[in-house]
């Protein structure tokens, strides 16, 4: 991928790198090439294998009719469907479960976290792509040194050791984050700083490095809140992000979809919408 990239730039006399197919998920190999000093800017579209043609089919039309195009940079995958409160409530009563009303839902979710509990988070549009930003998440606290086992063997049901990403407020990446850049979709890895590795060490690889997503507040505000409301309570706006999945199932979608996850796992909690359900 290195020697693709350097024959690619040096092709055009770019510095400026877009990556796509199934191999632009590769994060741990796009962090090398973000690394290298090769490349001013890297983006690799958050969907970048067979599921992100669509994305392609729909610009196609636009590229034929020899309109010009604003560019603006993709800053968020939420293009999926957003579940609306009543449609929510009404799932839950089918299913006869208790559940709590909440004003503030990222409050609601922080407190959970600060106190060990593990949570599925369904708010907003789904996320498009296969990674979990924060819309349809399983969050837990990245201070608990073995809350990456916890989660695996309780939740995902795979082996102990598969990491875990962290979703950290994107201003503070630079505290965290050794040469830290803007990413947003999770799909670049780099290295914590090793003053922090023992302060997020569920978050953080047995070779120092993470896969981050950086959250900005005009991006997915209610997200951010919530990693900031985490982190005035504990002193860290870092939290622990894996898929709203079961292991060799799809990300959830639908209220049902979450729902039964729930309960077929060691979740302690459901913050979905603007209602929480415990065990």
């Not at 006399?13 to 962090?31: E, P, Q, T, Y």
């Not at 979703?167 to 999770?186: G, N, Q, R």
């Not at 913050?271 to 359900?277: A, C, K, S």
Request: hydrophobic share 40%; with cysteine.
């Amino acid at each position: 991928m290195l020697t693709l990239a350097k024959s690619a730039l040096a092709k055009t006399g770019s510095r400026n790198l877009c990556l796509a197919g199934g191999v632009a998920l590769n994060s741990k190999a796009n962090g090398k090439i973000l690394a290298s000093g090769l490349v001013d800017g890297l983006f690799v579209q958050p969907a970048a294998s067979d599921d992100g043609v669509c994305l392609g089919a729909a610009l196609a039309p636009y590229l034929d009719s020899g309109e010009r195009l604003p560019v603006k940079k993709m800053k968020h995958a939420y293009l999926g469907p957003e579940i609306s409160d009543e449609e929510i409530e009404r799932a839950l009563q089918t299913y006869k479960l208790r559940f709590t009303r909440t004003a503030d839902p990222a409050k609601a979710a922080a407190e959970l976290l600060a106190n060990g509990k593990i949570l599925g988070w369904f708010q907003g549009k789904m996320e498009f792509g296969p990674r979990a930003l924060g819309a349809r998440s399983i969050l837990a606290d990245p201070r608990d040194p073995e809350m990456n086992a916890k989660v695996n063997n309780a939740v995902k049901f795979r082996e102990w050791w598969r990491p875990f990403a962290p979703s950290l407020l994107a201003e503070v990446a630079d505290e965290y984050l050794e040469s830290a850049t803007d990413s947003p979709f999770m799909i670049v890895t780099a290295q914590v700083k090793p003053e922090k590795r023992n302060i997020i060490p569920s978050v953080t690889h047995v070779d120092g490095s993470a896969r981050p997503q950086t959250v900005e507040r005009d991006v997915n505000p209610l997200y951010w809140r919530l990693i900031h409301e985490f982190g005035e309570r504990t002193g860290v706006p870092v939290v622990m992000n894996t898929s709203f999945n079961l292991r060799g199932e799809p990300i959830v979608c639908t209220p049902t979809d979450a729902v039964r996850t729930f309960f077929s796992s060691g979740m302690d909690a459901l913050v979905i919408g603007n209602f929480v359900v415990e065990k």
